[in-house]
């Protein structure tokens, strides 16, 4: 069932690459899209939605590239479980996008235990090749 989730969302990935246009909506759905295939754990979506110069700087000051980042999703070493969009509010700059957002991650463990994270972020994205691409990505932890 979830490899049968993951070709379908890989699908609709494919098909809103080539119908996107660079507007404000189709960055938010980009967005979406992208938290859906870091859930499910998809190589071909992340691959399609992360621009190869891509840098991630995690909340815990990490940072990684698209190779390390795609790696820690696909090997299972981060797992999302959930990702919950509170706010998000996406920028046009000529082929440029800046999305400002509060997200709650869920992560799994290798004990099968969660964790959570409530996060302030920024990230930027580039319509390139006729669909949005994520560049980077920095956040912090919202204090509780």
Do not use: C
């Not at 490899?3 to 379908?8: D, E, Q």
């Not at 870091?38 to 840098?55: R, S, W």
């Not at 797992?79 to 000529?94: D, F, K, N």
């Amino acid at each position: 069932m979830k490899k049968i989730i993951l070709i379908l969302t890989t699908l609709v990935m494919a098909v809103t690459a080539k119908a996107q246009k660079a507007t404000v909506e189709s960055l938010r759905e980009a967005e979406l899209s992208r938290f859906k295939v870091m859930i499910g754990q998809d190589e071909a979506g992340l691959n399609a939605v992360l621009h190869a110069d891509l840098i991630y700087n995690h909340s815990n000051a990490l940072t990684d590239n698209k190779a390390s980042y795609v790696g820690s999703i696909v090997s299972k070493k981060t797992i999302y479980a959930s990702i919950e969009s509170e706010e998000l509010t996406p920028r046009l700059y000529g082929k440029f996008g800046i999305i400002t957002g509060i997200v709650k991650v869920k992560n799994q463990a290798k004990d099968g235990s969660f964790t959570y994270n409530h996060l302030k972020y920024t990230d930027v994205w580039i319509f390139q090749d006729k669909r949005w691409q994520m560049l980077s990505w920095q956040s912090t932890k919202i204090p509780n």
